[in-house]
């Protein structure tokens, strides 16, 4: 054995050699009794969450189910819990969120695909990232006196008043930052050897974008459309401000002249019986409207999921 092999030999094995050992296992162990904590501390916040979610949606439906029945879904408001009702609630939520979304999916989608895919790294755009990204933290009621200013009262273009079209452009102010936030991570997600095989073929960048990145991106899209409009649907801050009707007794029409008509909501209808000084109203009617708004919620998330579904088994 030559010198350096025994000095390496010798070096190996030296006196300090336990110690090395002995330190890195107790380092080992702390990191791994670290992670064990901490998964216990995360599970139990997670299970904590699902309980008291449980617990509320077990007595929500305990006191509101049993009034929830024909009269109850076809009546519209009155001053006697016998004759109460969400019809007409129930037609202005569906109003609402329908036109929140013919109104946010393609502008934030549009939005989104221009900030990923189109627009340069610049000052202009990186301004407009950051604002997009705090305009999704601002609180509600911030929209809706935003609403009223641009929309009801007319301060740049001319009022609206407190009509539907108002309502609905409000609660798109207030999602179209979700919409875009979740529509461009789902197209940083395509690969980008979808865009150069495509633009090596000879397409353009709208054809690449239309045809292969955005059916790839648009599950995740959806997922972030899904709950923008579930948002949209449980407000009642913004609608308070921009002047939805609280004691709904008409219904909107199923037409295009409700745009341009007063309207109610769900989540105000159900804060109008909370504050009835009869106890019918707080114990057995709001609970019932609470009911019917998580079924319209639920329904809405379906049919957004078995698109979603349907669209993943396509492609």
Do not use: C
Not at 4 to 28: C, H, I, L, M, W
Not at 36 to 63: E, H, Q
């Amino acid at each position: 054995m030559s010198e350096s092999q025994t000095e390496v030999a010798t070096r190996g094995s030296g006196p300090g050699e336990p110690e090395d050992k002995t330190a890195f296992k107790n380092t080992s162990n702390n990191r791994n009794l670290t992670d064990k904590l901490f998964t216990v501390l995360v599970t139990a916040a997670a299970f904590f969450g699902i309980v008291v979610l449980a617990v509320l949606l077990v007595d929500v439906f305990r006191d509101g189910l049993p009034f929830v029945d024909g009269q109850f879904l076809t009546s519209l408001s009155s001053i006697t819990p016998e004759n109460a009702g969400v019809y007409g609630a129930l037609v202005g939520s569906i109003l609402l969120i329908v036109l929140t979304a013919l109104i946010t999916v393609p502008i934030g989608v549009g939005a989104a695909i221009y900030l990923e895919e189109y627009a340069g790294d610049n000052f202009f755009t990186r301004a407009v990232e950051v604002t997009i990204s705090n305009l999704a933290a601002v609180p509600s009621i911030i929209y809706g006196i935003l609403g009223l200013g641009l929309f009801v009262n007319g301060l740049i273009v001319p009022g609206m008043g407190p009509i539907l079209l108002a309502g609905a452009l409000t609660l798109s102010l207030l999602v179209l930052p979700v919409i875009i936030i979740a529509t461009r991570e789902a197209l940083r997600a395509v690969p980008g050897s979808v865009r150069e095989g495509g633009i090596a073929l000879g397409a353009t960048r709208w054809e690449v974008t239309r045809d292969h990145v955005l059916p790839s991106a648009l599950p995740g899209a959806l997922t972030g459309m899904i709950l923008a409009l579930s948002r949209a649907l449980g407000e009642t801050a913004p609608l308070i401000v921009v002047g939805a009707v609280t004691f709904a007794t008409f219904a909107p029409p199923i037409s295009p002249e409700a745009l341009f008509g007063r309207y109610g909501a769900l989540p105000i209808q159900i804060y109008d019986y909370i504050q009835r000084f009869r106890p019918e109203f707080k114990d057995e009617l709001a609970p019932a409207g609470i009911v019917v708004m998580m079924v319209v919620l639920l329904l809405v998330n379906s049919v957004a999921i078995v698109l979603r579904n349907r669209w993943q088994a396509r492609r």
